[in-house]
């Protein structure tokens, strides 16, 4: 080697080109793996094992980006994250998170969350390397990204169970993330909210005991709509879980302005007002008839008039389990004209199958309680609808199904005659039992029905129904039939005229012999003239 490559600054050119060289490749490789679409082929040529080594690099930046390329190729990929917990690359990131500065504390962060999203098993296996404690801490630090990314990473471990949850609120994170929401900074804020919703739904209690409802409430004055969105979200997977829960949600101020953001001008913020107001409601009679007494009913109308965004559903939900709470609930959720709109949603033929469920569902809630609840289903042309979507081959299984509750919950208490009778003629027998049960209450003490029940061809149609003995559609017509004569029903039942006809030719004419001895004297006195003639 010549003594001009041999001086210290040609050594220390080669450090630098080398480092340089290590520098570009993380880089690039981070770079790439913001694309989902490469990640097989950086697989295919082995990055991690290259990644490996410079996660713990001499170099800062180098560190900081290896751990930014792996951590997004995990988060594409559910294979690579296996490969990095089990290549020990994961317990070594998480042996460094400490050790170094603020940046890789942020990248290291955002390698345990990419790595735990997936699923509970790695999660779990998160936990197992005891990731909570120094997530945790992190929720303290002074970095507002790395609070950001610990929050992220608590709520994608905790999302998966209800033991992953109780976990991370065993370790003490719920104070700090109400301490978090709390911080002005916007993005904290959404994330510490987003945790607060994925802890909410399996340990909903402990978010309650943290005293997070009166901030997340204060936090709906804030003009985000994510973080609205988020806000409302975490409120409603609070109130959904039990009713004293529902109780402290509507205690801590979250009514008013859950109906209020039902016009907000965001669609995801309307969404989520829906739902939250659905998971007030379902609970007990008293939450229902809170929010009607607060105005509830129009707004969630309003909502199942809109055709994007997602609120229709939870809307219409929310009228259905009032509905359900007791008839006069019922009877103001017909006044506000849900079930019109509802009926409407029944005809759309853009409409998917979860929005024709739960318009079937609110009506048979509506329709349940009384002949008079039933009659303004009634009126509105519900029933052929419903039975078209029973009977359709294009329905799927659950569509079919509600609509078949929703037909036989309103049948059960309709008195409604003009309804009833275009069912004779087209619906199944599962159906037509619940038409006829209504007859037979109807018949008996109304004279003009049952004149009207022959006139217009459903005597007729009852005797045309095959029926086995025993079964309660044969009861059914049986009571039905002893409400006319005995020779109307004679006459109406299949093969009567056959049976009059096989009779006149068996008959044999009975003719007086005064006819048959000699010709009628009218008849002889006109043969006595031809004959003179």
């Given amino acids: 080697m010549s003594h001009s490559m041999s001086s210290p600054r040609n050594i220390q050119l080669v450090f630098e080109t080398y480092q340089k060289a290590r520098l570009v490749f993380v880089q690039t490789m981070a770079e790439l793996a913001t694309r989902s679409t490469n990640v097989k082929c950086l697989e295919s040529a082995g990055v991690l094992e290259l990644l490996r080594p410079l996660l713990s690099d001499a170099c800062s930046t180098v560190r900081q980006c290896a751990v930014v390329a792996a951590a997004r190729l995990a988060e594409h990929d559910e294979a690579v994250a296996r490969q990095l917990l089990s290549g020990g690359m994961v317990t070594s990131t998480l042996e460094n998170l400490n050790k170094y500065n603020v940046y890789y504390k942020r990248s290291a962060l955002y390698l345990l969350r990419a790595v735990a999203k997936h699923n509970e098993e790695l999660a779990s296996a998160i936990v197992r390397l005891g990731a909570l404690e120094h997530i945790v801490s992190c929720l303290e630090d002074f970095d507002t990204q790395v609070k950001e990314n610990a929050a992220w990473a608590l709520g994608y471990i ?11 609120v065993d370790a003490g994170t719920l104070p700090l993330l ?3 929401f709390q911080e002005p900074e916007m993005s904290l804020k959404q994330i510490a909210a987003g945790a607060l919703v994925d802890l909410a739904q399996h ?4 978010v309650v005991d943290a005293g997070a409802i009166p901030h997340l409430v204060r ?24 009713a004293e829960l529902a109780e402290a949600t509507v205690a801590g101020g979250a009514l008013p302005p859950a109906l209020l953001h039902t016009g907000h001008d965001s ?8 739902c939250l107001l659905r998971d007030i409601v379902k609970h007990s009679v008293d939450l229902a008839q809170l929010v009607v007494n607060t105005g509830g009913c129009g ?14 559903i939870p809307a219409c939900m929310a009228l259905g389990y009032i509905a359900g709470q007791s008839d006069q609930l019922a009877m103001a959720v017909i006044e506000s004209k849900a079930v019109v709109v509802s009926v409407e949603i029944l005809q ?29 289903v009634a009126v509105a042309n519900a029933f052929p609808i419903l039975l078209q979507l029973y009977t359709s081959p294009k329905s799927s299984a659950e569509v079919k199904a509600r609509a078949c509750c929703a037909l036989k919950q309103a049948l ?11 069912l004779l003629h087209s619906a199944p027998a599962c159906i037509l039992k619940y038409v006829l049960a209504q007859y037979a209450k109807i018949l008996p003490n109304d004279a003009r029905a049952r004149r009207l029940f022959v006139t217009t061809g459903a005597l007729k149609r009852i005797q045309e129904i095959d029926t086995v003995p025993g079964t309660s559609l044969k009861e059914y017509i049986n009571i039905i039939n002893s409400c006319f004569p005995e020779e109307i029903v004679r006459f109406y039942t299949p093969g009567y005229s056959d049976s009059l006809l096989d009779r006149v030719e068996a008959f044999t004419p009975q003719i007086p012999e005064l006819f048959t001895d000699r010709v009628p004297s009218d008849c002889q006195s006109e043969l006595t003239m031809e004959n003179t003639n």
């Fill in 267 to 274: 669609a995801p913020v309307r969404r989520a007002a829906a």
């Fill in 348 to 376: 759309k033929s853009d409409a998917d199958d979860a929005e024709l469920c739960a318009a079937a569902w609110t009506l048979g809630h509506i329709s349940k309680h009384s002949p008079q609840h039933s009659l303004a």
């Fill in 299 to 312: 707004p969630l109308v309003e909502l199942m008039f809109e055709n994007t965004g997602g609120a229709r």
């Fill in 219 to 242: 936090g709906l004055e804030n003009q985000d709509p994510k973080l609205k969105r988020s806000t409302l979200c975490a409120l409603g997977a609070v109130a959904s879980a039990r």
């Fill in 158 to 168: 905790g999302k998966h169970s209800e033991h992953l949850a109780g976990l991370v």
């Fill in 178 to 180: 109400v301490l978090a």
């Fill in 203 to 206: 340990k909903p209690e402990a």
């Fill in 412 to 422: 059960q208490c309709c008195l409604h005659r003009p309804a009833l009778e275009p």
